[in-house]
Structures are given as C-alpha cells and as structure tokens.
C-alpha cells in the first residue's frame, strides 16, 4: 500500500479514539482500585497510549504539513493553526480544574494559572501544568516548536533527517536508563518521566514513519501479521511491579518498538468496517482530545457534587462517567473547538498567506 493521498487516514483516527477510551478506562480503575501494574494490560495502556498519541502526532504532522512549512510566515500560520486547535479546550478544562480546586480550598498562583492557558508552561514549567493529563499538551507545543526544523532536515536530505532523529532516541535512552530508577516507584520519578526531552523521540518517530515508509509497500496480511505480533506482545510481554518497570532499560525499548509498530499497523491498515463501527470509531478518534481531558474533570465534578454515586456500585459511577465524557466531548468538538479553530484558520488564511 503506497502513501494515502487523503490529509486525514481514518485508521489512525480509530487507534487514537482507542487510546483515549483506554487512558480513561485506565484511570477510572486507578482512582478506584488503585491496583493496576506494569503486569495489566489497561496499566500498559496508561502509559503507552499516551507514547502512542506522541508517535499518531508526529505522524500526522507529517502527513499534513511536510511541504507546507516552506518560510517565515508559513511557520507562524502552522503554530498559530496547532494553539487554536489546543488553547480553547486547554483553557475549558484549566479553568473548571481551578474552580474545582478552589472549591476544595487550594490556593493558585495566578502566572501558573496563565502559563497553563496559554499551554506556556511546556516551555518555562513543565511540571506546573494543572489539569490532569495536560502535561502531555505541554510537551506537544513544545514538539509543535521543532516540528518546521524537522521537516527542513528531512526535505533537504532523509540522512539528516535520520541522524538527528538518532540523536532523539539516544537523549530517551539517557532518560531510561540513566535518569529513571527502575528501583523508585514512577509516580515518585514521575517529574523526570514528563520531560518533554523524554518523549521527544516518540513524537519524532512519527515523523520519521512518515519520511521512512511512506513509499513502501506491504501486502495487507503481511501489515496485519505485524499489527497483531505487536498487540499480543503489547499484551503479554512478561513484565510485573510498578509501571516503572516498562520505561526503563530494555523495557522501555521492547515496548517504544512495539508501540511504533502498531501506530505503523494503523497507519498502512486496508480494510473496511461496518459503517456504523468505523463512524463509531471515528467518532472517537475526532473527540480523542475532549475524551483524554475532559474525563477527570467528569469524575471529580461528579464524585463531589453528586455524593450518591460515592456509594453507588462501581460500574454505575463507570458508565456515567464515560458516556457523560464522550457526550460532552463530542459537542465540546463540534459546538466549540471545531468553530475555533475554522475561526482560527480564516484569520491566519487572511493575514498569513
């Protein structure tokens, strides 16, 4: 199968749409439970999933702008066009985050309030970030940044391009081999895990998909050997203890390989689905931002103003909770990010052709 011609590849809208339900399932179960390990495999998902939303970025930035970004004001209208995409949610759930906050009785400092809604804080304070899960917001603007000089290295020579993406995968090795202690808990290293130098490599990746295989060719059962080898290793590759245990040392690589091979399954999967499952799917994958930040902010608002549910059987509270988020992101896409970020677009069209 040779490069898609479309700017939007709807399998990779399903594996995002996935991820996201699996993050939230994922942290739905923590907060209750407060068991899930490097051993299950919706642990593995809540921290992979969000690797694998850093490779889909990457991938899909390619995919869309890699001939785009060709001067000054190019590079300012793609920045411009990324923060309008982002900001107006980013500050939806900030805000309500603060609210709820304050409600509780915490205090806020004011500039990193401002820091948070401008997404600024991935720049100047990527620990500051408020709103949970928005330190990975965080590290994409910052990716977002890098993005035009990646494309540059990668237009003028693949070899450049590929050198430099080395240097990336050697700066996460650092991090997981040498800067995480796979004898710490990683909620206690958790400060080092989110440096956007981190993940730079896995948002990286993605691009280097793009400009590495974007030609190449693979019979369907071929790509679907390989997409199903990597979820069944994903799945039962042995590891236990702490999620620790799964980003650092030889983990870390055994699972960024199987995770950039199932973005790659996605990415030159052939086949048709019902129409209802692949609307169902894609559905998912254009709500995955409002899914992945607006389900804490469902769960908190509900276990304190509907105290009730605190008593109700687990699996009532679960199924509120997600249908409520999906629903409200959904409508947060099409009734608010959506017109936006086409607001957005006409203004950058008008005054940055």
């Known amino acids: 199968m040779t490069e898609k011609n479309t700017s939007r590849i709807e399998t990779l809208d399903w594996l995002r749409g996935l991820c996201a339900l699996s993050i939230m399932f994922y942290h739905l179960i923590m907060w209750k ?8 495999f919706l642990g593995r998902l809540g921290v992979y999933g969000v690797s694998i939303f850093f490779i889909l970025s990457g991938l899909s930035m390619a995919i869309v702008y890699h001939r785009n970004i060709v001067s000054v004001n190019k590079f300012v209208a793609f920045f411009l066009r990324r923060f309008f995409r982002i900001i107006p949610l980013l500050f939806i759930v900030t805000t309500l985050t603060i609210l709820f906050r304050a409600y509780k009785g915490e205090d806020l400092e004011f500039q990193r309030y401002i820091l948070n809604i401008t997404s600024l804080f991935g720049f100047f ?59 710490l808990l990683l909620r206690n290293q958790w400060k080092i895990y989110i440096n956007p130098f ?84 894609e559905t998912f994958g254009i709500a995955t931002y409002g899914v992945y930040m607006f ?34 992101s959904i409508l947060s896409y099409y009734r608010f990010e959506l017109p936006l970020s086409n607001f957005g677009k006409k203004l950058i069209n008008k005054y940055l052709k």
């Open 295 to 328: 389900h804490p902010v469902v769960y908190n608002y509900l276990m304190s103003f509907a105290p009730e549910f605190t008593v109700r059987n687990f699996y009532i509270v679960f199924f509120t909770v997600v249908t409520s988020t999906i629903v409200i």
């Open 125 to 183: 304070d990527y620990k500051g970030y408020i709103a949970t899960g928005a330190w990975s917001i965080g590290n994409e603007m910052v990716y977002y940044a890098l993005t035009p000089f990646i494309f540059f290295a990668y237009n003028f020579s693949k070899i450049l391009g590929n050198i430099i993406f080395s240097i990336s995968i050697l700066i996460g090795l650092y991090f997981s081999f040498h800067l995480l202690n796979e004898d």
């Open 33 to 40: 439970f407060q068991s899930l390990n490097s051993s299950d």
């Open 198 to 281: 981190n993940n730079f490599f896995l948002f990286f990746s993605g691009i280097a998909m793009f400009y590495n295989f974007r030609d190449i060719s693979l019979k369907p059962l071929y790509n679907n050997l390989i997409l199903a080898l990597s979820i069944l290793l994903f799945i039962f590759y042995p590891v236990t203890g702490d999620t620790i245990n799964i980003v650092t040392d030889i983990n870390r690589i055994v699972f960024v390989l199987l995770s950039f091979l199932i973005v790659f399954g996605f990415y030159k999967l052939t086949i048709t689905l019902p129409k209802k499952l692949a609307y169902t799917l």
